[in-house]
Protein backbone atom coordinates (compact mmCIF):
# COMPACT_ATOMS: atom_id res chain seq x y z
CA UNK A 1 0.00 0.00 0.00
CA UNK A 2 1.34 3.74 -0.69
CA UNK A 3 0.59 5.51 2.23
CA UNK A 4 1.18 9.06 -0.01
CA UNK A 5 -1.90 7.94 -2.45
CA UNK A 6 -3.53 6.13 0.47
CA UNK A 7 -3.82 9.89 1.89
CA UNK A 8 -4.27 11.91 -0.93
CA UNK A 9 -7.72 9.77 -2.02
CA UNK A 10 -9.07 10.00 2.21
CA UNK A 11 -9.31 13.52 0.99
CA UNK A 12 -10.64 13.68 -1.78
CA UNK A 13 -13.49 10.74 -0.56
CA UNK A 14 -13.76 13.15 2.44
CA UNK A 15 -14.50 16.05 0.01
CA UNK A 16 -16.78 14.14 -2.28
CA UNK A 17 -18.51 12.71 0.53
CA UNK A 18 -19.31 16.30 2.44
CA UNK A 19 -20.83 17.67 -1.61
CA UNK A 20 -22.81 13.93 -1.73
CA UNK A 21 -24.22 14.47 1.85
CA UNK A 22 -25.31 18.03 1.37
CA UNK A 23 -26.92 17.12 -1.72
CA UNK A 24 -28.98 14.37 0.15
CA UNK A 25 -30.22 16.64 2.62
CA UNK A 26 -31.19 19.02 -0.29
CA UNK A 27 -33.22 17.00 -1.38
CA UNK A 28 -34.37 15.28 1.76
CA UNK A 29 -35.70 18.91 2.65
CA UNK A 30 -37.31 19.39 -0.63
CA UNK A 31 -38.96 16.31 -0.95
CA UNK A 32 -41.60 16.74 2.01
CA UNK A 33 -44.12 13.75 2.99
CA UNK A 34 -44.97 10.71 1.26
CA UNK A 35 -46.30 6.95 1.65
CA UNK A 36 -42.59 6.02 0.90
CA UNK A 37 -40.56 8.56 2.73
CA UNK A 38 -37.81 7.68 4.74
CA UNK A 39 -39.46 9.33 7.75
CA UNK A 40 -42.77 8.04 7.29
CA UNK A 41 -41.37 4.53 7.09
CA UNK A 42 -38.98 4.74 9.92
CA UNK A 43 -42.19 6.41 12.14
CA UNK A 44 -44.43 3.13 10.92
CA UNK A 45 -41.26 0.25 11.36
CA UNK A 46 -40.82 1.68 14.84
CA UNK A 47 -44.54 1.85 15.88
CA UNK A 48 -44.43 -1.98 14.60
CA UNK A 49 -41.74 -2.84 16.82
CA UNK A 50 -42.92 -0.89 19.42
CA UNK A 51 -46.05 -3.17 19.39
CA UNK A 52 -44.56 -6.58 19.12
CA UNK A 53 -41.89 -5.35 21.61
CA UNK A 54 -44.97 -4.85 24.38
CA UNK A 55 -45.81 -8.01 23.34
CA UNK A 56 -42.53 -9.47 24.84
CA UNK A 57 -42.38 -7.87 27.77
CA UNK A 58 -46.06 -8.61 28.66
CA UNK A 59 -43.89 -12.31 29.71
CA UNK A 60 -41.17 -11.79 30.69
CA UNK A 61 -40.22 -15.62 31.72
CA UNK A 62 -40.11 -15.92 27.76
CA UNK A 63 -38.12 -12.62 27.52
CA UNK A 64 -35.40 -13.40 29.78
CA UNK A 65 -35.08 -17.04 28.13
CA UNK A 66 -35.04 -15.34 24.91
CA UNK A 67 -32.10 -13.48 26.07
CA UNK A 68 -30.82 -15.95 27.54
CA UNK A 69 -30.52 -18.30 24.23
CA UNK A 70 -28.92 -15.03 22.34
CA UNK A 71 -25.95 -14.46 25.42
CA UNK A 72 -25.20 -18.20 25.55
CA UNK A 73 -24.96 -17.95 21.61
CA UNK A 74 -22.76 -15.63 21.72
CA UNK A 75 -20.05 -17.08 24.67
CA UNK A 76 -20.63 -19.82 22.46
CA UNK A 77 -19.40 -18.22 19.15
CA UNK A 78 -16.59 -16.26 21.81
CA UNK A 79 -15.04 -19.61 23.12
CA UNK A 80 -15.11 -21.55 20.01
CA UNK A 81 -13.09 -17.89 18.28
CA UNK A 82 -10.37 -18.50 20.89
CA UNK A 83 -10.04 -21.74 20.50
CA UNK A 84 -9.78 -21.34 16.65
CA UNK A 85 -7.14 -18.58 17.50
CA UNK A 86 -5.00 -20.96 18.97
CA UNK A 87 -4.91 -23.28 16.20
CA UNK A 88 -8.18 -25.73 17.27
CA UNK A 89 -10.54 -26.72 14.15
CA UNK A 90 -13.91 -25.68 15.76
CA UNK A 91 -16.98 -26.47 13.92
CA UNK A 92 -18.83 -22.85 12.92
CA UNK A 93 -21.54 -21.37 15.44
CA UNK A 94 -23.82 -20.32 12.68
CA UNK A 95 -23.49 -20.67 8.89
CA UNK A 96 -25.00 -18.48 5.98
CA UNK A 97 -27.78 -20.37 4.64
CA UNK A 98 -27.53 -21.87 0.98
CA UNK A 99 -27.60 -19.14 -1.89
CA UNK A 100 -26.76 -16.96 0.45
CA UNK A 101 -24.28 -14.45 -2.10
CA UNK A 102 -23.06 -12.17 0.91
CA UNK A 103 -20.35 -13.91 2.41
CA UNK A 104 -18.86 -16.05 -0.84
CA UNK A 105 -15.59 -14.30 -0.69
CA UNK A 106 -13.14 -16.99 1.12
CA UNK A 107 -12.34 -14.56 3.37
CA UNK A 108 -15.17 -14.91 5.84
CA UNK A 109 -14.40 -17.98 6.70
CA UNK A 110 -10.43 -18.05 5.96
CA UNK A 111 -9.83 -14.68 8.21
CA UNK A 112 -10.77 -15.08 12.01
CA UNK A 113 -11.66 -11.42 12.45
CA UNK A 114 -14.07 -11.22 8.82
CA UNK A 115 -15.74 -14.72 10.27
CA UNK A 116 -16.13 -13.89 14.04
CA UNK A 117 -18.59 -10.67 12.63
CA UNK A 118 -20.28 -12.79 9.90
CA UNK A 119 -21.68 -15.01 12.64
CA UNK A 120 -22.86 -12.42 15.08
CA UNK A 121 -24.05 -11.01 12.63
CA UNK A 122 -25.87 -14.40 11.70
CA UNK A 123 -26.91 -15.24 15.07
CA UNK A 124 -28.38 -11.80 15.91
CA UNK A 125 -30.59 -11.72 12.76
CA UNK A 126 -32.12 -15.37 13.17
CA UNK A 127 -32.40 -15.35 16.72
CA UNK A 128 -34.19 -11.54 16.30
CA UNK A 129 -36.81 -13.50 13.11
CA UNK A 130 -36.94 -16.20 15.46
CA UNK A 131 -38.38 -13.86 18.72
CA UNK A 132 -40.65 -11.83 16.01
CA UNK A 133 -41.82 -14.79 14.59
CA UNK A 134 -43.20 -16.63 18.00
CA UNK A 135 -43.97 -13.18 20.26
CA UNK A 136 -47.57 -13.98 21.43
CA UNK A 137 -50.20 -11.80 21.46
CA UNK A 138 -49.37 -10.05 18.36
CA UNK A 139 -52.07 -9.98 15.60
CA UNK A 140 -50.99 -11.36 12.23
CA UNK A 141 -51.40 -7.90 10.47
CA UNK A 142 -48.91 -6.57 12.77
CA UNK A 143 -46.22 -9.61 13.16
CA UNK A 144 -45.58 -9.77 9.02
CA UNK A 145 -45.30 -5.91 8.68
CA UNK A 146 -42.77 -5.99 11.98
CA UNK A 147 -41.17 -9.17 9.81
CA UNK A 148 -40.93 -7.03 6.88
CA UNK A 149 -39.28 -4.21 8.65
CA UNK A 150 -37.03 -6.31 10.42
CA UNK A 151 -36.03 -8.13 7.04
CA UNK A 152 -34.89 -4.02 5.98
CA UNK A 153 -33.04 -3.31 9.17
CA UNK A 154 -30.82 -6.77 9.12
CA UNK A 155 -30.24 -6.55 5.40
CA UNK A 156 -28.90 -3.58 6.17
CA UNK A 157 -26.73 -4.20 9.40
CA UNK A 158 -24.96 -7.49 7.36
CA UNK A 159 -21.16 -6.87 7.85
CA UNK A 160 -21.21 -7.29 3.78
CA UNK A 161 -22.21 -3.85 3.65
CA UNK A 162 -19.08 -2.43 5.95
CA UNK A 163 -16.51 -1.72 4.68
CA UNK A 164 -14.02 -2.21 7.45
CA UNK A 165 -16.06 -5.73 8.37
CA UNK A 166 -16.19 -6.93 3.98
CA UNK A 167 -12.95 -9.05 3.40
CA UNK A 168 -13.29 -8.39 -0.32
CA UNK A 169 -13.86 -4.53 0.25
CA UNK A 170 -11.30 -4.35 3.20
CA UNK A 171 -8.40 -6.70 0.34
CA UNK A 172 -9.38 -3.99 -2.40
CA UNK A 173 -9.20 -0.95 -0.30
CA UNK A 174 -5.97 -1.57 0.19
CA UNK A 175 -4.52 -2.76 -2.90
CA UNK A 176 -5.99 0.56 -4.81
CA UNK A 177 -5.21 2.74 -1.89
CA UNK A 178 -8.76 3.78 -1.39
CA UNK A 179 -9.24 4.89 -4.87
CA UNK A 180 -12.10 2.19 -4.81
CA UNK A 181 -14.04 3.93 -2.27
CA UNK A 182 -13.52 7.30 -4.58
CA UNK A 183 -14.78 5.63 -7.68
CA UNK A 184 -18.19 4.60 -5.26
CA UNK A 185 -18.84 8.03 -4.11
CA UNK A 186 -18.84 9.46 -7.88
CA UNK A 187 -20.88 6.86 -8.68
CA UNK A 188 -23.10 7.58 -5.52
CA UNK A 189 -23.10 11.44 -6.89
CA UNK A 190 -23.97 10.36 -10.16
CA UNK A 191 -26.84 7.54 -8.94
CA UNK A 192 -28.13 10.62 -6.85
CA UNK A 193 -27.93 13.13 -10.03
CA UNK A 194 -29.86 10.43 -11.99
CA UNK A 195 -32.58 10.24 -8.99
CA UNK A 196 -35.88 11.61 -9.11
CA UNK A 197 -37.54 11.57 -5.23
CA UNK A 198 -35.92 8.67 -3.76
CA UNK A 199 -32.49 7.56 -4.72
CA UNK A 200 -32.00 4.69 -7.12
CA UNK A 201 -29.50 2.39 -7.06
CA UNK A 202 -27.87 1.52 -10.03
CA UNK A 203 -28.24 -2.10 -10.87
CA UNK A 204 -26.95 -1.93 -14.26
CA UNK A 205 -25.18 -0.15 -16.91
CA UNK A 206 -27.69 1.84 -18.53
CA UNK A 207 -25.62 3.31 -21.02
CA UNK A 208 -25.14 -0.57 -22.37
CA UNK A 209 -28.86 -0.67 -23.81
CA UNK A 210 -31.47 1.18 -26.26
CA UNK A 211 -35.04 0.05 -26.70
CA UNK A 212 -35.44 -0.47 -30.46
CA UNK A 213 -31.90 -1.19 -31.15
CA UNK A 214 -30.61 -3.85 -28.14
CA UNK A 215 -34.11 -4.65 -26.72
CA UNK A 216 -38.10 -4.79 -28.64
CA UNK A 217 -36.23 -5.66 -31.88
CA UNK A 218 -39.13 -8.24 -32.86
CA UNK A 219 -39.99 -6.64 -36.85
CA UNK A 220 -43.69 -5.33 -36.48
CA UNK A 221 -45.46 -1.92 -37.28
CA UNK A 222 -47.67 0.00 -34.69
CA UNK A 223 -51.28 0.00 -36.29
CA UNK A 224 -53.70 1.41 -34.39
CA UNK A 225 -53.02 4.20 -31.55
CA UNK A 226 -55.49 6.11 -28.99
CA UNK A 227 -54.50 8.13 -25.53
CA UNK A 228 -53.60 4.72 -23.82
CA UNK A 229 -52.25 2.56 -26.00
CA UNK A 230 -50.14 1.76 -29.04
CA UNK A 231 -51.15 -1.61 -30.56
CA UNK A 232 -48.12 -3.44 -31.98
CA UNK A 233 -48.61 -6.25 -35.03
CA UNK A 234 -45.56 -8.23 -35.77
CA UNK A 235 -44.10 -9.52 -38.65
CA UNK A 236 -44.78 -13.20 -39.39
CA UNK A 237 -42.04 -15.74 -39.69
CA UNK A 238 -43.47 -18.60 -40.78
CA UNK A 239 -45.39 -18.94 -44.56
CA UNK A 240 -48.48 -20.12 -42.56
CA UNK A 241 -50.10 -19.04 -39.08
CA UNK A 242 -52.75 -19.94 -36.99
CA UNK A 243 -56.12 -18.51 -37.86
CA UNK A 244 -56.82 -17.05 -34.07
CA UNK A 245 -54.26 -14.24 -33.38
CA UNK A 246 -52.83 -12.89 -30.51
CA UNK A 247 -53.17 -10.49 -28.34
CA UNK A 248 -50.37 -9.58 -25.13
CA UNK A 249 -51.64 -7.25 -22.54
CA UNK A 250 -48.57 -7.17 -20.84
CA UNK A 251 -48.55 -4.51 -16.78
CA UNK A 252 -48.78 -0.74 -17.58
CA UNK A 253 -46.52 -0.78 -14.19
CA UNK A 254 -43.66 -1.25 -16.84
CA UNK A 255 -43.07 -1.41 -20.15
CA UNK A 256 -43.90 -4.10 -22.51
CA UNK A 257 -40.35 -5.08 -23.70
CA UNK A 258 -39.92 -7.40 -20.21
CA UNK A 259 -41.81 -10.16 -23.20
CA UNK A 260 -39.15 -8.86 -25.85
CA UNK A 261 -35.71 -8.80 -24.43
CA UNK A 262 -32.91 -9.92 -26.70
CA UNK A 263 -33.96 -12.08 -29.68
CA UNK A 264 -32.68 -15.18 -27.83
CA UNK A 265 -35.33 -14.33 -24.95
CA UNK A 266 -38.26 -12.67 -26.41
CA UNK A 267 -41.19 -14.90 -26.06
CA UNK A 268 -42.84 -12.38 -28.77
CA UNK A 269 -40.27 -13.72 -31.17
CA UNK A 270 -40.70 -17.17 -30.17
CA UNK A 271 -44.56 -16.71 -30.53
CA UNK A 272 -44.26 -15.75 -33.73
CA UNK A 273 -42.14 -18.68 -34.88
CA UNK A 274 -44.20 -20.67 -33.76
CA UNK A 275 -46.57 -19.56 -35.70
CA UNK A 276 -48.76 -17.15 -34.13
CA UNK A 277 -50.07 -13.89 -35.62
CA UNK A 278 -49.04 -11.82 -32.37
CA UNK A 279 -50.03 -8.48 -31.38
CA UNK A 280 -48.96 -5.72 -28.56
CA UNK A 281 -50.27 -3.52 -26.37
CA UNK A 282 -48.06 -1.02 -25.52
CA UNK A 283 -48.93 1.27 -22.60
CA UNK A 284 -48.65 5.22 -22.75
CA UNK A 285 -46.27 6.59 -19.97
CA UNK A 286 -49.07 8.52 -18.74
CA UNK A 287 -48.06 12.17 -17.37
CA UNK A 288 -50.61 14.81 -15.78
CA UNK A 289 -53.32 15.18 -18.53
CA UNK A 290 -54.08 11.42 -18.48
CA UNK A 291 -54.50 11.74 -14.05
CA UNK A 292 -58.17 10.82 -14.62
CA UNK A 293 -58.26 7.41 -16.60
CA UNK A 294 -59.84 4.80 -14.98
CA UNK A 295 -59.16 1.57 -14.50
CA UNK A 296 -62.22 1.05 -16.67
CA UNK A 297 -60.83 3.45 -19.35
CA UNK A 298 -57.64 0.87 -19.20
CA UNK A 299 -60.23 -1.79 -19.94
CA UNK A 300 -62.27 0.08 -22.53
CA UNK A 301 -59.57 1.39 -24.53
CA UNK A 302 -56.85 -1.01 -23.68
CA UNK A 303 -58.02 -4.36 -24.25
CA UNK A 304 -61.45 -4.08 -25.43
CA UNK A 305 -60.04 -1.48 -28.25
CA UNK A 306 -57.27 -3.63 -29.11
CA UNK A 307 -59.39 -6.43 -29.25
CA UNK A 308 -62.01 -4.67 -31.95
CA UNK A 309 -58.74 -3.40 -34.32
CA UNK A 310 -57.54 -7.02 -34.09
CA UNK A 311 -60.80 -7.90 -35.68
CA UNK A 312 -61.07 -4.90 -38.39
CA UNK A 313 -57.48 -5.69 -39.26
CA UNK A 314 -57.66 -9.88 -39.71
CA UNK A 315 -61.21 -9.89 -40.88
CA UNK A 316 -61.74 -12.58 -37.90
CA UNK A 317 -64.10 -12.67 -34.33
CA UNK A 318 -61.92 -14.45 -32.63
CA UNK A 319 -58.97 -13.48 -30.58
CA UNK A 320 -57.15 -15.30 -27.90
CA UNK A 321 -55.34 -12.88 -25.29
CA UNK A 322 -52.48 -12.93 -22.90
CA UNK A 323 -51.98 -11.16 -20.02
CA UNK A 324 -49.04 -10.55 -17.53
CA UNK A 325 -48.90 -9.18 -14.12
CA UNK A 326 -51.68 -6.95 -13.48
CA UNK A 327 -52.35 -6.81 -17.13
CA UNK A 328 -53.57 -10.01 -16.19
CA UNK A 329 -55.66 -8.62 -13.87
CA UNK A 330 -57.25 -6.20 -16.25
CA UNK A 331 -58.02 -8.88 -18.78
CA UNK A 332 -59.63 -11.23 -16.09
CA UNK A 333 -61.47 -8.04 -15.46
CA UNK A 334 -62.59 -7.77 -19.05
CA UNK A 335 -63.30 -11.41 -19.73
CA UNK A 336 -65.92 -10.99 -16.89
CA UNK A 337 -67.07 -7.92 -18.25
CA UNK A 338 -67.31 -9.34 -21.38
CA UNK A 339 -69.16 -12.65 -20.12
CA UNK A 340 -71.84 -10.43 -18.37
CA UNK A 341 -71.81 -8.80 -21.75
CA UNK A 342 -72.40 -11.64 -23.90
CA UNK A 343 -69.19 -10.81 -25.99
CA UNK A 344 -67.59 -13.86 -27.06
CA UNK A 345 -64.52 -12.47 -29.21
CA UNK A 346 -62.27 -13.49 -26.64
CA UNK A 347 -61.56 -17.01 -26.95
CA UNK A 348 -58.96 -18.45 -24.93
CA UNK A 349 -56.58 -16.83 -21.99
CA UNK A 350 -53.33 -17.16 -21.14
CA UNK A 351 -52.51 -15.55 -17.49
CA UNK A 352 -48.88 -15.33 -16.19
CA UNK A 353 -48.27 -14.50 -12.77
CA UNK A 354 -51.83 -12.44 -12.69
CA UNK A 355 -53.91 -12.24 -9.15
CA UNK A 356 -57.83 -11.79 -9.63
CA UNK A 357 -58.40 -12.86 -5.57
CA UNK A 358 -55.59 -10.44 -3.20
CA UNK A 359 -56.31 -12.32 -0.09
CA UNK A 360 -52.66 -13.69 -0.18
CA UNK A 361 -51.44 -11.30 -1.86
CA UNK A 362 -48.10 -11.31 -0.05
CA UNK A 363 -45.67 -8.30 1.58
CA UNK A 364 -47.25 -5.83 -1.47
CA UNK A 365 -50.32 -5.78 1.51
CA UNK A 366 -48.42 -3.97 4.16
CA UNK A 367 -48.29 -1.27 2.20
CA UNK A 368 -51.66 -0.58 1.73
CA UNK A 369 -54.34 0.34 4.45
CA UNK A 370 -56.33 3.17 4.32
CA UNK A 371 -53.85 5.61 5.92
CA UNK A 372 -51.38 5.11 3.54
CA UNK A 373 -54.02 4.92 0.35
CA UNK A 374 -55.18 8.30 1.58
CA UNK A 375 -51.25 9.63 1.81
CA UNK A 376 -50.87 8.59 -1.57
CA UNK A 377 -53.68 10.05 -2.47
CA UNK A 378 -53.05 13.22 -1.38
CA UNK A 379 -49.34 13.08 -3.43
CA UNK A 380 -51.03 11.73 -6.56
CA UNK A 381 -53.37 14.75 -6.38
CA UNK A 382 -50.32 17.36 -6.98
CA UNK A 383 -49.64 15.86 -9.83
CA UNK A 384 -51.61 13.25 -11.02
CA UNK A 385 -49.34 10.39 -11.23
CA UNK A 386 -47.26 8.39 -9.45
CA UNK A 387 -43.89 8.11 -11.05
CA UNK A 388 -42.15 5.01 -11.45
CA UNK A 389 -39.15 5.35 -9.64
CA UNK A 390 -41.74 4.93 -5.83
CA UNK A 391 -43.15 1.44 -7.17
CA UNK A 392 -39.80 0.24 -8.05
CA UNK A 393 -38.38 0.81 -4.72
CA UNK A 394 -41.56 -0.76 -3.31
CA UNK A 395 -40.38 -3.65 -5.70
CA UNK A 396 -36.61 -3.92 -4.67
CA UNK A 397 -37.79 -3.30 -0.85
CA UNK A 398 -39.82 -6.58 -0.95
CA UNK A 399 -36.04 -8.14 -1.77
CA UNK A 400 -33.45 -5.83 -0.35
CA UNK A 401 -30.78 -8.41 0.65
CA UNK A 402 -30.81 -9.42 -3.59
CA UNK A 403 -31.69 -5.86 -5.10
CA UNK A 404 -30.58 -3.44 -3.09
CA UNK A 405 -27.31 -4.09 -1.17
CA UNK A 406 -25.55 -6.35 -3.30
CA UNK A 407 -25.24 -3.18 -5.88
CA UNK A 408 -24.59 -0.64 -3.00
CA UNK A 409 -21.52 -2.89 -2.29
CA UNK A 410 -20.59 -3.55 -5.88
CA UNK A 411 -20.86 0.41 -6.66
CA UNK A 412 -20.29 2.18 -3.84
CA UNK A 413 -17.46 0.32 -2.02
CA UNK A 414 -15.98 -1.61 -4.39
CA UNK A 415 -16.56 1.64 -7.12
CA UNK A 416 -17.79 -1.10 -9.89
CA UNK A 417 -19.88 0.20 -12.20
CA UNK A 418 -22.64 -2.82 -12.34
CA UNK A 419 -22.49 -5.24 -15.32
CA UNK A 420 -24.78 -4.93 -18.31
CA UNK A 421 -27.84 -7.19 -17.80
CA UNK A 422 -30.90 -6.41 -20.28
CA UNK A 423 -33.69 -7.50 -17.51
CA UNK A 424 -32.44 -5.21 -14.73
CA UNK A 425 -32.00 -2.16 -17.57
CA UNK A 426 -35.89 -2.71 -18.53
CA UNK A 427 -36.31 -3.25 -14.19
CA UNK A 428 -34.98 0.24 -14.19
CA UNK A 429 -36.88 1.91 -17.27
CA UNK A 430 -40.56 2.44 -15.04
CA UNK A 431 -43.20 4.03 -15.86
CA UNK A 432 -45.44 6.59 -14.62
CA UNK A 433 -49.50 5.31 -13.53
CA UNK A 434 -52.51 7.63 -13.41
CA UNK A 435 -54.05 8.61 -10.28
CA UNK A 436 -57.06 7.59 -10.84
CA UNK A 437 -56.49 4.29 -12.00
CA UNK A 438 -53.88 3.26 -9.68
CA UNK A 439 -55.86 4.45 -6.35
CA UNK A 440 -58.49 2.41 -8.04
CA UNK A 441 -56.10 -0.68 -8.48
CA UNK A 442 -54.76 -0.44 -4.93
CA UNK A 443 -58.17 0.15 -3.04
CA UNK A 444 -60.50 -1.89 -4.94
CA UNK A 445 -58.22 -5.00 -5.52
CA UNK A 446 -55.83 -5.19 -2.82
CA UNK A 447 -57.20 -3.29 0.13
CA UNK A 448 -60.90 -4.70 -0.80
CA UNK A 449 -60.54 -7.69 -2.85
CA UNK A 450 -64.03 -7.40 -4.46
CA UNK A 451 -62.95 -8.68 -8.04
CA UNK A 452 -62.13 -12.09 -5.64
CA UNK A 453 -65.45 -11.72 -3.57
CA UNK A 454 -67.45 -10.84 -6.70
CA UNK A 455 -68.15 -7.47 -5.46
CA UNK A 456 -66.72 -5.23 -8.41
CA UNK A 457 -68.63 -3.46 -10.81
CA UNK A 458 -67.22 -1.62 -14.42
CA UNK A 459 -69.70 -0.24 -17.03
CA UNK A 460 -72.52 -0.88 -14.40
CA UNK A 461 -71.80 -4.58 -14.64
CA UNK A 462 -71.24 -6.75 -11.77
CA UNK A 463 -68.25 -8.67 -12.61
CA UNK A 464 -68.54 -12.45 -11.30
CA UNK A 465 -65.20 -14.79 -12.47
CA UNK A 466 -67.44 -18.31 -12.63
CA UNK A 467 -69.37 -16.36 -15.93
CA UNK A 468 -66.07 -16.68 -17.78
CA UNK A 469 -66.02 -20.25 -19.28
CA UNK A 470 -63.21 -20.31 -21.89
CA UNK A 471 -60.06 -22.60 -21.67
CA UNK A 472 -57.04 -20.52 -19.33
CA UNK A 473 -53.34 -21.05 -19.31
CA UNK A 474 -52.40 -20.05 -15.36
CA UNK A 475 -48.95 -19.78 -15.05
CA UNK A 476 -47.67 -19.07 -11.30
CA UNK A 477 -44.10 -18.81 -10.56
CA UNK A 478 -42.35 -20.65 -7.09
CA UNK A 479 -40.43 -17.85 -6.00
CA UNK A 480 -42.90 -14.54 -6.84
CA UNK A 481 -42.67 -11.87 -4.27
CA UNK A 482 -45.14 -9.93 -6.06
CA UNK A 483 -47.84 -12.15 -7.25
CA UNK A 484 -47.34 -15.17 -4.98
CA UNK A 485 -47.76 -19.02 -6.75
CA UNK A 486 -50.84 -19.82 -3.49
CA UNK A 487 -52.22 -16.29 -4.54
CA UNK A 488 -52.20 -16.89 -8.32
CA UNK A 489 -53.64 -20.47 -8.07
CA UNK A 490 -56.43 -19.55 -5.15
CA UNK A 491 -57.84 -17.00 -7.57
CA UNK A 492 -57.67 -19.22 -10.61
CA UNK A 493 -60.11 -21.31 -9.22
CA UNK A 494 -62.50 -18.64 -9.60
CA UNK A 495 -62.94 -19.20 -12.76
CA UNK A 496 -66.21 -21.60 -14.26
CA UNK A 497 -64.05 -23.15 -17.06
CA UNK A 498 -60.97 -25.43 -17.81
CA UNK A 499 -57.86 -23.74 -16.60
CA UNK A 500 -54.58 -25.38 -17.12
CA UNK A 501 -52.53 -24.20 -14.15
CA UNK A 502 -48.33 -24.31 -14.67
CA UNK A 503 -45.91 -23.33 -12.47
CA UNK A 504 -42.44 -22.38 -13.01
CA UNK A 505 -39.44 -22.24 -11.28
CA UNK A 506 -37.77 -19.01 -9.96
CA UNK A 507 -39.44 -15.73 -9.88
CA UNK A 508 -42.05 -13.25 -10.97
CA UNK A 509 -39.34 -11.97 -13.62
CA UNK A 510 -37.03 -15.17 -14.10
CA UNK A 511 -40.03 -17.52 -14.41
CA UNK A 512 -41.58 -16.25 -17.05
CA UNK A 513 -38.71 -15.19 -18.99
CA UNK A 514 -37.22 -18.55 -19.71
CA UNK A 515 -36.79 -19.73 -23.52
CA UNK A 516 -36.29 -23.47 -23.93
CA UNK A 517 -32.41 -22.67 -25.02
CA UNK A 518 -31.47 -21.48 -21.83
CA UNK A 519 -32.29 -25.07 -20.11
CA UNK A 520 -32.72 -22.93 -16.93
CA UNK A 521 -35.90 -23.87 -14.47
CA UNK A 522 -38.53 -26.33 -14.58
CA UNK A 523 -41.94 -26.24 -14.81
CA UNK A 524 -44.77 -27.99 -12.64
CA UNK A 525 -48.21 -29.32 -14.32
CA UNK A 526 -51.09 -30.66 -12.52
CA UNK A 527 -54.52 -31.62 -12.13
CA UNK A 528 -56.82 -28.42 -10.10
CA UNK A 529 -56.73 -29.29 -6.47
CA UNK A 530 -58.37 -27.51 -3.69
CA UNK A 531 -55.44 -25.87 -2.32
CA UNK A 532 -52.37 -24.83 -3.82
CA UNK A 533 -50.16 -27.55 -1.30
CA UNK A 534 -52.49 -30.11 -2.66
CA UNK A 535 -51.78 -29.14 -5.77
CA UNK A 536 -47.68 -28.47 -5.34
CA UNK A 537 -47.76 -32.66 -3.69
CA UNK A 538 -49.88 -33.98 -6.57
CA UNK A 539 -47.48 -32.28 -9.52
CA UNK A 540 -45.51 -33.39 -12.00
CA UNK A 541 -42.09 -31.49 -12.30
CA UNK A 542 -40.34 -31.13 -15.83
CA UNK A 543 -37.48 -29.92 -16.59
CA UNK A 544 -36.46 -26.63 -19.11
CA UNK A 545 -39.18 -23.97 -19.77
CA UNK A 546 -42.41 -23.79 -19.86
CA UNK A 547 -43.25 -21.77 -23.31
CA UNK A 548 -43.38 -25.16 -25.44
CA UNK A 549 -45.89 -26.59 -23.15
CA UNK A 550 -47.55 -23.31 -23.70
CA UNK A 551 -47.36 -23.26 -27.37
CA UNK A 552 -48.90 -26.73 -28.07
CA UNK A 553 -52.12 -25.52 -25.62
CA UNK A 554 -52.29 -22.50 -27.80
CA UNK A 555 -52.03 -24.31 -30.67
CA UNK A 556 -55.25 -26.56 -30.35
CA UNK A 557 -57.24 -23.85 -29.50
CA UNK A 558 -56.20 -21.40 -32.28
CA UNK A 559 -57.41 -22.98 -35.49
CA UNK A 560 -56.69 -24.32 -38.99
CA UNK A 561 -53.57 -22.50 -40.33
CA UNK A 562 -54.46 -19.46 -43.16
CA UNK A 563 -50.98 -17.56 -45.08
CA UNK A 564 -49.28 -15.44 -43.15
CA UNK A 565 -50.32 -11.95 -42.46
CA UNK A 566 -48.63 -8.74 -43.40
CA UNK A 567 -48.81 -5.53 -40.57
CA UNK A 568 -48.45 -3.56 -43.48
CA UNK A 569 -51.76 -5.40 -45.71
CA UNK A 570 -54.94 -4.98 -43.51
CA UNK A 571 -56.94 -2.02 -43.46
CA UNK A 572 -54.87 -0.03 -40.45
CA UNK A 573 -51.93 1.76 -42.48
CA UNK A 574 -48.86 1.36 -40.06
CA UNK A 575 -48.30 4.71 -38.28
CA UNK A 576 -44.19 3.17 -37.59
CA UNK A 577 -42.20 0.83 -37.03
CA UNK A 578 -42.38 -1.35 -33.79
CA UNK A 579 -41.37 -0.76 -30.81
CA UNK A 580 -43.29 2.17 -31.69
CA UNK A 581 -43.16 5.94 -29.69
CA UNK A 582 -45.19 4.88 -26.49
CA UNK A 583 -42.06 2.59 -25.31
CA UNK A 584 -39.37 4.84 -25.39
CA UNK A 585 -41.27 7.53 -23.42
CA UNK A 586 -38.99 8.17 -20.12
CA UNK A 587 -40.05 8.35 -16.48
Known sequence: MNFDEFARNMVRLFDQGAKVASSLAERNASSGKSPYSVASEVGEAAKTFGSVAQAMVSNPSKLAAAQSELFNSYANLWGRSVRKFLGEEVEPVAEPDPGDNRFNDPGWSENQYFDFWKQAYLITSRWAEDVTKNTEGVDDKTRRKAMFYLGQVLSAMSPSNNPFTNPEVVRTTLATNAENLVQGMALLAEDIGQSKDLLRVSQTDLSAFEVGRDLAITPGKVIFQNELIQLIQYEPTTEEVSKTPLIIAPPWINKYYILDLKPEKSLVKYAVDQGFTVFMISWVNPDSTLAQKTFEDYMRDGILKAVEIVNRQLGVHHVNLMGYCVGGTLLASALAYCAAKGDDRIAAATFLTAQVDFTEAGDLLMFIDDAQLKSMEEMMAERGYLDGSRMAAVFNMLRPKDLIWPYVVNNYLLGKKPFPFDLLFWNADSTRMPAANHVFYLREFYHENRLGKGEMELGGVKLDLSKIKIPIYELFTREDHIAPASSVYRGSRLY????????????????????????????????????????????????????????????????????????SSGPFPPIEDAPGSYVKSQD
Open 496 to 567: GGDVRHVMAGSGHIAGVVNPPAKKKYQYWTGAPRETFEQWVESATEIPGSWWPDWAVWLQDLSGEKVPARDP
